[in-house]
């Protein structure tokens, strides 16, 4: 099992930053590709970003790409978000999660473990 923690959400104007972060217990962290995802209401949970497992490797959406930097500390077992220019659209919860496998991706059905989320909420 894998027990994730993210904190670091909270209100922000629009073209502000916020830093995620989501710290990992239980079973190993470092061999694990992480991702992040986030929910708006009324909306699918959808791919934000995503690093393999010795953080050389990292994918982004579309929408976040150039604003978003995923990055990973596999001594403090910690992924985080680093968010810049954040838009009122960025506004939803911010869900961490973890592969098995060392590979990254994109896909939500191919993670194991969840957070419970953190709310990110950009005003205009």
């Known amino acids: 099992q894998v027990q994730l923690v993210e904190s670091g959400g909270g209100l922000v104007q629009a073209g502000g930053s916020l830093r995620l972060s989501c710290a990992a217990s239980g079973r190993t962290f470092s061999n694990k590709a992480m991702g992040w995802f986030r929910q708006a209401p009324g909306k699918e949970r959808e791919f934000v970003a995503t690093?393999?497992?010795?953080?050389?490797?990292?994918g982004y959406s579309d929408s976040v790409k150039g604003r978003f930097t995923i990055s990973r500390d596999n001594a403090k077992n910690t992924v985080y978000l680093h968010m810049n220019s954040l838009k009122p659209e960025d506004t939803a919860v911010y869900y961490c999660a973890a592969r098995y496998s060392q590979s990254y991706s994109e896909m939500k059905s191919l993670y194991a473990y969840w957070g419970q989320g953190t709310q990110v909420t950009v005003s205009s």
């Open positions: 690093i393999n497992w010795s953080g050389a490797n990292t």
